[in-house]
């Protein structure tokens, strides 16, 4: 089955820096990458996603980029503020596979 | 709009004590999952209904574990008996698509089961 590694699973960056939360994956059929915001006491939000077909999307802030060759992708947030503090999941499908997670603190 | 409920927030229980999860879903929302989310990792697939058809329960431990969604609505997860191991947090989500994946998926807040 489908096998995805996150990292770092902690990340702390000064507000205004960026951050980069990386994920690979193991299923070379894979086509869909969604990345989730998982903030205390609630369920995953979607935050951005990225099929097979496409290299790199961004929404705002917010990037991600895939590389099907290495089986890599990535999140890439720009100008972080304090409301980007979450716990943040990679996944990928065919039977969506969740990564371990990445806490990442903004510091004021 | 109306997101994804679920019930009760929280449980406690004892082992080999049975508990229920009910969800509700968005309207609308053909699509109907239950994840188990284990403190410190990340959501892992139980069961995924299309409609009231089972689309893959491959990773519910069936020994113990049980889901219906009878008319294709609300859904119950059930667990019995209880074991130590299935204290976590039990994630229901929609989506409104036909059983495809890359479908977005809506979470609700989820259960956090204690079993002690």
């Known amino acids: 089955g489908e096998n995805v590694e996150q990292h770092p699973s902690t990340l702390s960056v000064q507000e205004g820096d960026s951050a980069v939360i990386k994920c690979t994956y193991s299923d070379s059929a894979s086509n869909y990458f969604p990345w989730y915001k998982q903030e205390l006491g609630k369920g995953p939000q979607l935050i951005i996603d990225?099929?097979?077909?496409?290299g790199e999307k961004k929404d705002q802030r917010i990037a991600v980029t895939l590389n099907k060759t290495a089986k890599h992708f990535s999140l890439h947030i720009t100008e972080t503020q304090p409301e980007d503090s979450a716990v943040y999941f990679c996944a990928a499908s065919r039977r969506i596979t969740f990564g371990t997670g990445t806490r990442l603190t903004i510091i004021p | 709009e109306a997101g994804v409920a679920q019930s009760p927030r929280y449980k406690i229980i004892e082992k080999r004590q049975s508990v229920a999860f009910w969800c509700n879903p968005i309207s609308g929302h053909a699509t109907l999952y239950w994840y188990q989310q284990i403190l410190g990792q990340g959501p892992k697939l139980l069961i995924q209904?299309?409609?009231?058809?089972?689309?893959?329960d491959s990773q519910l431990p069936k020994d113990r574990f049980s889901a219906e969604r009878l008319k294709g609505v609300d859904s119950t997860l059930k667990i019995q008996p209880a074991k130590l191991e299935d204290s976590a947090v039990y994630l229901c989500?929609?989506?409104?698509?036909?059983?495809?994946?890359?479908?977005?998926?809506?979470f609700g807040p989820g259960t956090r089961l204690t079993v002690l």
């Open positions: 989500a929609s989506s409104l698509g036909g059983g495809s994946l890359d479908n977005e998926q809506f």
């Open positions: 209904f299309q409609n009231n058809g089972v689309v893959d």
């Open positions: 990225i099929r097979s077909n496409v």
